[in-house]
């Protein structure tokens, strides 16, 4: 009788199972809301996106909660805010004593039964073993080569294409080049020759081949019962900005819209004031990028900014092709009525808003990003304007598939940070229990972080408040004034305003937590890596950087 109840339970537990949903998670790299019906771009062209949104629920004010790569995949993957796991920057994730014991997405789905395969950028580092299988490493191909060298697309004017080389500083048609220009592809620890005769004669390009691997995938998982989950990570929209012709032919530069940019905007902002002078990284490079941009075009800014954009849609445009064709394996087969599809980025792209082109600002540009939840049972056609963030994912999906909400690996880790969408899945203008601002931080620089000392913003349906380390502050009515032009902080009318943001936003970020004493191992190691990367500072050139020469280089460099 014992033997005949645990194998009727076992195989109720397979049945229960085998009715789980499956998830299918898209992340674009680098997608801001140059997306259909988002408004970023009046002519961008992303059909199958919007077909997705059609079927789906489309958050309007969806935000990432640090906008930059490997911080924001760190927390959207493990669920955990920056202030939480003190991983604002470059880090490792798998180096850091809290994420490293905090269930990945992926690890979390696998131990509760699902079968998770994935390729493409999900992580921005050491994520093979978080699968069950794992395709293709992140790459940012096709790479432009010469001699020995990835460069800037063959196109890009200088000083552009040597200030920003082959990735930030490369833009242009996938196209047959001549000696001594050759394409390449691969991951940096190993490229190979990438061949190109004609648009009919030439192999993939990563985004292609791992959009091909989807498409492949899926159809096999559509005979099986097993739930499962596929992550599937593009590069484009992130540099270089290199696509087929056809998608640059969809956006003559004669005809193309350049984004409402009210000159003079940066004026009345604070960022450059928290610049870092150690890693060029941070700081203002979006800055550098926009005047460097306009002086490589002959200072004529329309012309400049008219090139990138037609790129970056371009990028987008090819990017929608690949998801376009999941969306057509899935609607042609039996995972239609059993499998939530999410699409969404790590972070926007600033186009030349505030004199600012690159991600890594707290402004809408950089922060925004589109997320589309669709899936069996939940709302059709409808769109959420409620502010939401990409913290929110990993207990959306646990809660829409039933799995266990404990994802510690030990007592090290943390709990979730984020809040189910779910009740707005079902019901889009109805009620959920997270908050109603998006907190959202931004990276610089350092050898430590402390949570309260770094920039943040907060994001509600009316107000955008920004507070950066120095303590200087940006304030905008985002419901009257939508491109943030106007910063209400100084003004003595909005100063209550102010203050309750500033209360809310100390309220959501935790106490200073002070760095350990270092050692005079950590201090050594700190000024040898400073020497690297600044060679001019030993200033009597004995091949030995002084802590005076150090300190002294630092000043020197704050005055420019």
């Known amino acids: 009788m014992l033997r005949f109840f645990l194998l009727s339970l076992f195989l109720l537990l397979q049945v229960e199972g085998s009715k789980r949903p499956n ?67 470059f880090e490792k994730w798998r180096d850091n004593e809290i994420t490293k014991n905090s269930r990945t997405l992926m690890d979390h789905f696998r131990k509760n039964g699902y079968h998770t395969l994935g390729t493409g950028k999900i992580m921005h580092n050491g994520e093979r073993q978080e699968w069950i299988h794992y395709q293709n490493d992140a790459d940012y191909s096709p790479l432009a080569h010469r001699e020995g060298k990835n460069i800037a697309h063959p196109d890009i004017p200088a000083p552009f294409r040597d200030e920003f080389e082959a990735i930030d500083g490369s833009f242009g048609p ?10 390449k592809s691969g991951n940096w620890k190993r490229m190979k020759d990438f061949r190109y005769e004609s648009e009919d004669d030439r192999d993939l390009t990563a985004d292609e081949l791992n959009g091909k691997w989807a498409v492949e995938n899926l159809k096999k998982l559509a005979t099986t019962d097993k739930p499962f ?6 590069i484009r929209p992130h540099t270089p900005l290199i ?27 604070f960022k450059q004031t928290v610049s870092s002078v150690e890693d060029d990284r941070s700081g203002d490079r979006g ?22 954009i037609q790129a970056y849609l371009a990028s987008v445009a090819s990017v929608d092709d690949l998801i376009g064709d999941i969306l057509d394996t899935i609607e042609d087969s039996p995972l239609n009525d059993n499998t939530i599809i999410l699409l969404t980025s790590d972070h926007g792209w600033g186009m030349g808003e505030k004199d600012y082109l690159y991600k890594n600002s707290l402004w809408q540009e950089s922060t925004r990003v589109p997320l589309v939840i669709a899936g ?50 079902l019901n889009p203008a109805g009620k959920w229990s997270g908050p109603d601002a998006v907190l959202t931080a931004m990276y610089k620089w350092a050898n430590y ?17 920004i507070r950066y380390e120095n303590g200087k502050e940006e ?18 009318d909005h100063q209550k305003t102010l203050k309750a943001y500033r209360k809310a936003m100390l309220a959501r970020v935790p106490a200073s937590i002070p760095p350990p004493k270092p050692t005079k191992k950590d201090a050594e190691i700190w000024k040898d890596r400073y020497f690297k990367k600044h060679p001019s500072a030993d200033a009597d050139q004995d091949g030995k950087l002084t802590w005076p020469e150090l300190q002294a280089h630092k000043k020197s460099q704050l005055k420019k």
């Open 287 to 308: 800055s550098k990028i926009y005047d460097t941009l306009i002086a490589s075009f002959g200072g004529k800014r329309e012309l400049a900014l008219k090139k990138f």
């Open 23 to 89: 998830v299918v998670l898209i992340i674009c790299d680098d997608l801001n809301d140059y997306v259909e019906t988002l408004g970023g771009h009046p002519q961008a062209k992303t059909p199958h996106m919007r077909r997705l949104m059609e079927r789906g629920v489309s958050f309007t004010q969806a935000h990432c909660n640090i906008p930059i790569c490997n911080p924001s995949r760190a927390s959207f993957i493990t669920g955990l805010y920056p202030h939480t796991s003190q991983l604002y920057g």
């Open 475 to 492: 304030l905008y009515d985002v419901k009257n004034d939508p491109h943030e032009w106007h910063n209400l902080a100084l003004n003595p």
């Open 449 to 465: 972080y402390d949570p309260a000392k770094q920039n943040y913003a907060l994001r509600d349906q009316n107000w955008r408040y």
């Open 174 to 183: 996938l196209r047959k080049v001549k000696a001594p220009f050759s394409w």
């Open 229 to 234: 989950l596929m992550g599937v990570g593009f």
């Open 376 to 425: 069996p049972n939940l709302a059709q056609a409808k769109t959420c304007q409620k502010p939401v963030s990409l913290i929110d994912l990993y207990p959306t999906l646990i809660d829409l598939c039933g799995l266990s909400k404990e994802t510690k690996k030990s007592a090290e880790g943390r709990p979730l940070d984020g809040y189910s969408l779910k009740p707005l899945l």
């Open 243 to 269: 696509v087929p012709q056809k998608y640059f032919d969809l956006f003559p530069l004669e005809s193309l819209e350049l984004p409402v940019i009210k000159r003079g905007d940066v004026e009345d902002t």
